[in-house]
Nanobody, 121 residues
Framework: QVQLVESGGGLVQSGGSLRLSCAAS????????MGWYRQAPGKQRELVAS???????KYEDSVKGRFTISRDNAKNTVHLQMNSLKPEDTAVYYC???????????????WGQGTQVTVSS
């Protein structure tokens, strides 16, 4: 099994910054993609940003220029630096990873437990 543990959420004023971190551990052969999703009350979960092991990062349009995703492959960690936060960024943020547990090329998707981000106006 694989576990994803998130940290870094909290309450911040509009215009402020937060940094989310996620560490993956367990039966990991490789992590093909790591990313962050969010879910606001009454809304569907949406992709915020993703970063493959080698390739181009992807961002949801509303966070482009404000959020930056990065990963440390040696430590199996992913971070989300969130700047210029807005009240509409308020949501539970979930870490996500697409993992190979061995050399068979089978991928498994794992989720963290979620961390609350609240931006006050």
């Amino acid at each position: 099994q694989v576990q994803l543990v998130e940290s870094g959420g909290g309450l911040v004023q509009s215009g402020g910054s937060l940094r989310l971190s996620c560490a993956a551990s367990g039966s990991i052969f490789s992590i093909d993609v790591m990313g962050w999703y969010r879910q606001a009350p009454g809304k569907q979960r949406e992709l915020v940003a993703s970063i493959p092991s080698g390739g181009t990062t992807k961002y949801e349009d509303s966070v482009k220029g404000r959020f930056t995703i990065s990963r440390d492959n040696a430590k199996n960690t992913v971070h989300l630096q969130m700047n210029s936060l807005k009240p509409e960024d308020t949501a539970v943020y979930y870490c996500n990873a697409l993992v190979k547990r061995d050399s068979t090329q089978v991928q498994y998707r794992y989720w963290g437990q979620g961390t609350q981000v609240t931006v006050s106006s």
